[in-house]
């Protein structure tokens, strides 16, 4: 998987998930969502999460996860395994940021971290595993690339 498919799949992904986090934060916290906060959080994550994604190797990490559970790559199984790490992985550091800019970093700061993250998790999950099929077919017509699931060595179909 190359570089640029990795920050291109990375802003996509970044962007619907720190749009979710933006809107579902407040709402689990029982917060109410406010302009300023959900435009602050989606720009924060957007950036954070593409900059993550493209320099560490989070999709192929999750693909490689989803195999070593034992799902067959390209498997139903292996689909909704490799969301697993990459939702764990994004939604825990976006929430740190997120929580250390908006609220700062005192003696409180674990417990607003930790509390709402198991539903925010949940959350961002199901969206990924919807958003995820869609952001990678627009990165591979984007790139012209194949999809990243496909056997090398195979013709992409034009």
């Not at 989606?42 to 996860?65: D, E, F, N, W």
């Not at 989803?66 to 292996?78: M, Q, Y």
Request: a neutral charge; aromatic letters at 10%; glycine letters at 8%.
């Amino acid at each position: 998987m190359t570089f640029g498919f990795r920050a291109l799949m990375g802003f996509f992904m970044s962007l619907f998930l720190a749009l979710t986090m933006s809107v579902f934060s407040p709402v689990v916290l029982g917060a109410p969502v406010t302009l300023e906060g959900f435009l602050m959080g989606a720009g924060i994550g957007t950036v954070l999460g593409t900059v993550i994604m493209a320099l560490l190797p989070v999709i192929p990490l999750s693909m490689k996860y989803a195999v070593k559970c034992g799902a067959k790559e390209g498997s139903l199984g292996w689909f909704l395994l490799k969301d697993v790490l990459l939702c764990t992985i994004m939604v825990f550091v976006i929430c740190f940021v997120l929580t250390w800019v908006v609220t700062g970093m005192d003696a409180m700061f674990v417990n607003r971290l930790l509390a709402p993250m198991p539903l925010l998790w949940v959350i961002c999950y199901m969206v990924a595993i919807q958003v995820e099929p869609l952001c990678m077919v627009i990165v591979s017509k984007i790139l012209h690339v194949g999809m990243p699931m496909e056997p090398e060595g195979e013709p992409q179909a034009q």
